[in-house]
């Protein structure tokens, strides 16, 4: 006799619950996720549209700033799942390489920081998308990486926000020292993870094809 459908989705054992906050797709941290991969338009019309810098920088900021957002309400109330490991990490850096080729485009931050933190990201998402095919498991980011992604996720607003022209020469000064506050450090965090998730990638292949191969 087939289970009542009520059954077959929820199952009242903690295991049950672990389960399903594993596997479910529509989640708070993952709506959340969603708003602000939807914004990245609003940064561009901004940036392009209006040629507002300070708002363009302000809301690239906003967007940088929030990141933990997602992350913590799906640990604070048991909502993380396998979609969501990949998918907050896929937009964060989306809205990274976004926010760098738009930042080269105008010309608002040194062409040294900017080439440097984009190729690094190319570099390291095409390595990330090979070993993953090739069967590798999953890395999770390191402490070092998020140091270094948020520093450069806050350097590069504060350089917008530098070349804003309704600013006084003051202000954009300050702006200007803050965002290599933030850009020199977060280089180089940002290089010293890079070597370590090249170095865990070849870990995590190799593991992941003897998972395999234990299976066959």
């Known amino acids: ?18 389960e399903m906050s594993v596997d479910r797709l529509v989640t708070l941290p993952n709506a959340i996720t969603t708003v602000r991969a939807l914004c990245i338009p609003l940064f561009l019309w901004l940036l392009f549209g209006r040629d507002s810098w300070g708002w363009a920088g302000f809301t690239l900021g906003l967007l940088g700033s929030t ?8 640990r604070r109330f048991n909502q993380t799942s396998n979609f969501g490991k990949m998918y907050d990490p896929t937009v964060d850096r ?3 390489v976004v926010g760098i080729v738009s930042v080269i485009a105008v010309g608002a931050a040194p062409g040294w920081f900017s080439w440097t933190v984009l190729v690094r990201e190319v570099i390291l998402s095409v ?6 095919a090739l069967g590798a498991k999953r890395m999770d980011v390191t402490w070092i990486g998020k140091c270094g992604a948020f520093a450069n996720m806050g ?12 600013f006084r020469p003051a202000v954009q000064t300050g702006w200007r020292v803050f965002a290599y506050l933030l ?4 280089l180089v965090f940002s290089m010293i993870a890079f070597g370590q998730y090249l170095v865990r990638g070849r870990e995590a292949l190799a593991e992941g094809r003897s998972e395999a191969s234990a299976i066959r």
């Open 1 to 18: 006799m087939a289970a009542p459908k009520h059954q077959l989705i929820h199952k009242p054992t903690e295991e049950g619950l672990g």
């Open 67 to 74: 990141d933990w957002v997602d992350g913590y309400v799906a």
């Open 94 to 96: 989306l809205l990274l």
């Open 127 to 132: 390595f990330v998308i090979a070993i993953t």
């Open 155 to 166: 350097a590069f607003p504060a350089f917008l926000l530098a070349g804003e022209s309704t």
């Open 183 to 186: 850009a020199i450090p977060g």
